[in-house]
C-alpha cells in the first residue's frame, strides 16, 4: 500500500500543535507557513518546511488548511502560488479554518472542476484542544472523502461528525460559535449579577456547575471572568470575525437571531476597547464598563 503524504498550510496557534499530532500519529507532513518561527518546531519533529503553498500542494496527496479568514483560504488555494498550481489531480484539500459557508461550496466548485476534491473542517476546543488531539471536527463532503481522512482527523481530533454535503461544516461551525457567544455572554451576565449583588461569584459559579446552568463556558471562561485572566484561548478578533459569518449567513436567509447579535455587539465594545486580542470572554469586561458608565443603572441597582 502507497504511503499518504500529508501537507499543512497555516501552522498557527491551532494548526501548529495540529501537525505535531499528525506527525506524532506517525504520518509524514509537508508545511508552509509565513512565519519561520511557526515552521522551525515542526522541522525540528519532523516535517518538510515548503516554500509556498503550491509546493505543499506538489508533496501531498492531502492538503490542510487553516487560516484566519475567507479571503486567506482563496488565496493560499487559488493565488499565485496557491494549491491549485501544485496539486494533483485526485488530490484532497482539507479547509479546516472558519470562514463562509457559501464561499465553501464556491470553492468546493472550483477545485472539483480540476479534478480536486474538498472538505470543510472547521474545529472546535481551542488552543488546549489542538494541543491535546481532542478537538471537536465538524465535516462538509462527499461521503468517500470523509472516509478517505477521517484517519487524519483522528489524530486531530475525538468528536468527528460528518455533517452533509460542503458547506455544511460551516455551518456546524457557525451554530458552534453562536451556542458560545451567546453562552459566554448568559455567564458574563450572572457573574455581574453576583458580583454587584455582594454575593462570592465563584461559589455562585461553583453552585451553577453542579446544575443545568454547568457548562465547560461556566468552567473555563467562568473562571477567566473571575481571576480577570484574558490570555486567549480564542482571540475576540477571530470570534467577532466568525459571528459575522453567522449574521450574514443569517441575513442571507431573512433569519433574525437577537442572542447573537447581542452578544456581537458586546464583541464589538471589547474590540472597540483595543482588546481584540484578549479572549472573548472579555465580554465580562464589555459589560461591566457599560454598567460603570451609566448612571441611571446604577442607580437603579441601588
Known amino acids: ?11 498557527g496557534i491551532m494548526g501548529q500543535p495540529m501537525v505535531l499530532n499528525l506527525l506524532k500519529a506517525g504520518h509524514s507532513v509537508a508545511v508552509y507557513g509565513r512565519t519561520p518561527a511557526r515552521t522551525a518546531p515542526l522541522a525540528d519533529a519532523g516535517a518538510q518546511v515548503c516554500a509556498s503553498p503550491a509546493d505543499v500542494a ?5 492538503i490542510f488548511t487553516c487560516v484566519s ?13 496557491g494549491i491549485i498550481h501544485g496539486a494533483r489531480k ?48 465538524m465535516v462538509g463532503g462527499k461521503d468517500e472523502v470523509f472516509a478517505r481522512v477521517k484517519p487524519y482527523f483522528d ?12 458547506g455544511a461544516g460551516q455551518v456546524a461551525k457557525s451554530c458552534n460559535q453562536i451556542v458560545v457567544a451567546v453562552t459566554i455572554e448568559a455567564v458574563a451576565e450572572a457573574m455581574l449579577l453576583a458580583e454587584k449583588s455582594g454575593v462570592d461569584g465563584a461559589k455562585v459559579r461553583a453552585a451553577l456547575l453542579g ?25 475576540t478578533a ?13 441575513q442571507r436567509l ?28 472579555a465580554i465580562f469586561k464589555a459589560l461591566k464598563r457599560a454598567q460603570d458608565k451609566n448612571p441611571a443603572r446604577k442607580t437603579a441597582a441601588k
Open 211 to 235: 446544575g443545568f446552568a454547568g457548562s465547560k463556558i461556566l468552567e473555563v471562561h467562568g473562571n477567566r471572568m473571575l481571576g480577570d485572566d484574558y490570555k486567549p484561548g480564542f482571540k
Open 155 to 166: 489524530a486531530m481530533g475525538k468528536n468527528i461528525v460528518h455533517v452533509g454535503a460542503h
Open 58 to 62: 506538489a508533496a501531498a496527496d492531502i
Open 90 to 137: 485526485g488530490a484532497v484539500v482539507v479547509d479546516m479554518s472558519t470562514i463562509s459557508p457559501d464561499a465553501t461550496r464556491d470553492f468546493a466548485a472550483r477545485l472539483a472542476a480540476q479534478g480536486i476534491d474538498m472538505l470543510d473542517a472547521p474545529v472546535s476546543g481551542g488552543e488546549s484542544g489542538a494541543v491535546a488531539g481532542t478537538l471537536s471536527i
Open 254 to 281: 431573512g433569519l433574525m437571531l437577537p442572542g447573537a447579535i447581542l452578544a456581537t455587539g458586546h464583541l464589538d465594545a471589547v474590540l472597540a476597547a483595543g482588546e481584540g486580542e484578549q479572549d472573548s470572554s
Open 69 to 81: 479568514d475567507t479571503p486567506d483560504v482563496e488565496t493560499v488555494v487559488f493565488g499565485d502560488k
Open 238 to 250: 477571530l470570534h467577532r470575525k466568525d459571528m459575522g459569518i453567522v449574521l450574514d449567513t443569517a
Open 1 to 11: 500500500m502507497t504511503s499518504v503524504k500529508l501537507g499543512f498550510i497555516g501552522p
